[in-house]
């Protein structure tokens, strides 16, 4: 007879609201607003949500936001230069 698929495998770690919220740095409401509107995929237990690590890491992939580097004035560079070179 054959399983769910489940046996022997260990549940993936689940977060509350709050434990993505502290890990995040965000209010927990923001949190729910995400789930809430679709970006964030949770799963709701006895009234409230829980969210799979896999699914908080890639909402946090999708999220991330890459920088270009910003260049430095010239006259920014030279004081630079002068105030470490001056020791």
């Not at 890990?23 to 927990?28: R, Y």
Request: no cysteine.
């Amino acid at each position: 007879m054959s399983g769910s698929g489940t046996r022997g495998k260990a549940p993936e770690p689940m977060l509350s609201v709050e434990q993505a919220a502290e890990l995040a740095g965000f209010a927990p409401v923001t949190i729910q607003k995400h789930i809430r509107a679709g970006h964030l995929v949770a799963i709701r237990l006895a009234h409230q949500y829980r969210i799979r690590l896999s699914d908080w890491e890639s909402f946090l992939d999708t999220h991330r936001v890459v920088g270009r580097p910003v260049p430095v004035p010239v006259k920014m560079k030279a004081a630079a230069g002068r105030a470490s070179g001056s020791a």
